[in-house]
């Protein structure tokens, strides 16, 4: 299968700073990469979509202002979250999506922890 | 109103048995849906998918759809402690997935 690598896979910060988590795709190009976030025993929820090239496109309730993702290539798209605060602490998860097959592939997570 | 449902467990099975792991979802426009599983602190990995009504089959895994009923299930046969996990269910429509809350399964020795 493909490969997605996301750094850091674990992060803690005090509040108020900026974070910022990239992910990769090692061995395909995703002109399509997605960003999740998973709160203890939650499901996945998609916070952006990242397409290369354009602005992403946030879902409803996330605020784009705090969330930065920029996707400047085929295979890194990162995302910055700013001025993080406690209720920020989650488990972020992108995946790519591969350009020649319909499947996402997800990297291992970011685990950000705010104090 | 796109959702997906599934029962949040834990489903307990012995060892050898066929677990059977059930999702309902509510977009009739869905293309496309997926079984991920999900150990606990990492990020979901895929089992597998399918795209058209009946079974299909992977190794020790069956994914069965019935779009009619908006009805996907898994099956993991001869079940492993090693499988115990929480099991994702995804549902794909114009590229973006919705996943369901998970369910748990437990494969006790």
């Known amino acids: 299968g493909a490969v997605v690598s996301q750094h850091p896979s674990r992060v803690i910060c005090k509040s108020g700073t900026s974070v910022k988590i990239e992910c990769r795709s090692l061995?395909?190009?995703?002109?399509?990469m997605f960003w999740y976030r998973q709160f203890p025993k939650q499901s996945l929820m998609l916070m952006a979509t990242?397409?290369?090239?354009?602005?992403?496109?946030?879902e409803q309730g996330v605020e784009k202002d705090k969330f930065l993702i920029n996707h400047a290539s085929l295979t890194l798209s990162t995302l910055t979250v700013t001025s993080a605060h406690p209720e920020d602490s989650s488990f972020y998860i992108c995946?790519?999506?591969?350009?020649?097959?319909?499947?996402?592939?997800f990297g291992p997570g970011t685990r950000l922890t705010v104090l | 109103q796109k959702e997906v449902e599934q029962n949040s467990g834990p489903l307990s099975v012995p060892e050898g048995a066929i677990a059977s792991l059930n999702c309902t979802y509510s977009?009739?426009?869905?293309?496309?849906f997926f079984w991920y599983r999900q150990y606990s602190g990492k990020s979901p990995e895929l089992i597998m998918f399918?795209?058209?009504?009946g079974d299909k089959e992977d190794g020790r895994f069956t994914a069965q759809l019935n779009k009619a009923s908006q009805y996907v299930s898994l099956l993991i046969r001869d079940s492993q402690p090693s499988d115990s996990a929480t099991y994702l269910c995804?549902?794909?429509?114009?590229?973006?997935?919705?996943f369901g809350k998970g369910t748990m399964l437990l494969v006790s020795p």
């Open positions: 977009d009739r426009g869905s293309q496309s």
């Open positions: 061995d395909f190009q995703a002109t399509t």
């Open positions: 995804a549902v794909n429509r114009y590229s973006t997935l919705t």
């Open positions: 995946s790519a999506r591969d350009l020649n097959r319909n499947e996402q592939f």
């Open positions: 990242s397409n290369e090239g354009s602005k992403a496109t946030y």
């Open positions: 399918i795209y058209s009504n």
